[in-house]
């Protein structure tokens, strides 16, 4: 009888159930498995994927008539470090590589050309644009926001002790001296420049949990207010956009923003100096209102005179010692072109900056497919900002196109993830309904075949 009963088919699928139930693994989730473990190469790329994010909005910290600053010195080896990613080429990066070739024969066929430029090329629109965001690919956009926002603040904090004098300004900066004053630049080579790598920033505040914390770095972005340039217009947007769409309590950091300004006036007015701070920065104001309308009438002129050469940069452009060379013999200045595109437009040509100009598209809409809208905000504001700005050799003027490119692809691969791992519970699901049937029709189950 017990025999019998051993060999009862009911008990034998039973049996079988258990067995398959004690062998399958316990979850399906992606904590199931076993994290890979931190290597110390993995550690040092972390490390200076952190120091390059820091020192990027601070590029006064440099040598003194070099390209490569502070950050750079971190961000290539971050970026090498993590160059397995680069692997796979993915669409956004298309564009920027199609129009480097372009990009490195106008520099090497510019008669004025130099060594410099051309490397400038190659390290630029070669290797950071395209692939820098390997060093930033396995950073949280919290961390990223975090790291950002607090060397912003820390250079509008300079910015303000150089408006008001107590802070001596750097070697590497060019400060433009008005009446009574000069314009202050924090730890960017210049004001507007400070102005430009800000207007970004207030969109990576949503990223920072705490209310009084996003109330201080509110408070150090106001430090834009010393640069006293009217690029610090384009800075508007964001913050509004900020506040008034992404701000969760907007109550209480109005409450405590009001509260810190009673403070500072308190602190500030001791004797006379309060008197004296304003009266110095209505003076700027005035002769910067004063100048307003030959500073708007010099870019236009500039901006005409670029865009009549553009008609013989068709396939190539002058590159950059020739676009220099002809703004500042047909300009009547001796500065270049202020807006960012169309001193792109004459440096590398129509072909190549219409290629440039579609990767900058194409990671936005990328972004935005990818429901990345802050990002894709973020991007859109920076891509303003700069159009009123002249073409930089340096690094942090580019690296919201690296952040935006290494959230498409965090994005991206958590979306593989999480498809491979759904697709992997299906099959797994696949199996034990034919189990279960035999388990029901008992000594009338038919085996699996």
């Known amino acids: 009888m017990s025999f019998a009963s051993n060999h009862d088919p009911l008990t034998t699928a039973k049996n079988a159930a258990r067995t398959l139930a004690f062998r399958a693994p316990r979850s399906s989730t992606p904590h199931s498995f076993t994290p890979a473990p931190v290597t110390l190469t993995m550690q040092i790329q972390s490390f200076c994927a952190q120091a390059a994010l820091f020192f990027l909005p601070l ?11 502070l950050a750079d010195l971190f961000l290539i080896p971050a970026i090498l470090l993590n160059f397995s990613h680069a692997l796979r080429l993915r669409a956004f990066q298309i564009p ?31 290797f950071l644009i395209p692939f820098g965001w390997c060093a930033f690919v396995n950073l949280s956009s919290q961390r990223i926001a975090y790291l950002l926002l607090i060397a912003s603040g820390l250079s509008c904090l300079v910015a303000m002790g150089q408006f008001t004098g107590v802070v001596p300004t750097l070697p590497t900066q060019k400060i433009i001296d008005l009446k009574d004053s000069s314009r202050a630049a924090g730890l960017v080579l210049q004001c507007n420049s400070l102005t430009m790598a800000l207007t970004p920033c207030f969109l990576f505040l949503p990223a920072v949990r705490q209310a009084s914390l996003r109330i201080v770095l509110l408070l150090l972005l106001g430090g834009i207010a010393s640069t006293v340039s009217k690029s610090a217009i384009l800075a508007v947007p964001g913050l509004l956009f900020y506040f008034f769409w992404r701000e969760p309590e907007k109550g209480r950091v109005l409450r405590w923003l009001v509260a ?13 100096s309060l008197a004296e701070l304003v009266d110095k920065l209505n003076a700027v104001v005035e002769f910067r209102l004063s100048n307003a309308d030959t500073s708007i009438d010099d870019r236009a002129h500039l901006a005409q005179v670029a865009f009549d050469h553009s008609s013989e940069c ?36 129509w072909t190549a900056v219409s290629l440039t100009i579609l990767g ?18 973020m991007l859109g504001t920076h891509l303003l900002a700069i159009s009123v700005t002249t073409v930089l050799y340096l690094s942090y003027q580019y690296y919201p196109f690296v952040i935006a490119a290494a959230a498409i692809v965090r994005a991206q691969s958590e979306r593989a993830a999480s498809s491979q791992a759904r697709k992997k519970t299906g099959e797994r699901g696949g199996v034990s309904p034919p189990v279960s049937r035999r388990i029901h029709r008992g000594a009338n189950a038919v085996p699996l075949a």
């Open 59 to 69: 590029p006064a910290i440099k040598y003194t008539e070099t390209s490569l600053t």
């Open 96 to 126: 920027f590589l199609l129009a480097l070739p372009l990009n490195l024969v106008s520099h090497m066929l510019d008669p004025d050309g130099k060594l410099v430029p051309i490397l400038q090329v190659v390290y630029l629109w070669g």
């Open 260 to 272: 810190a300004s009673v403070l500072g006036l308190l602190v500030f007015n001791r004797g006379a």
């Open 314 to 349: 068709l396939l190539l452009g002058y590159g950059t010692e020739g676009t220099y060379t002809v703004m500042t013999s047909q300009g009547a200045m001796g500065q270049t072109v202020h807006v960012f595109y169309l001193g792109l437009l004459l440096i590398e040509g």
């Open 360 to 377: 900058f598209l194409g990671l936005l809409a990328s972004l935005w497919s990818l429901r990345k809208y802050n990002d894709a905000i």
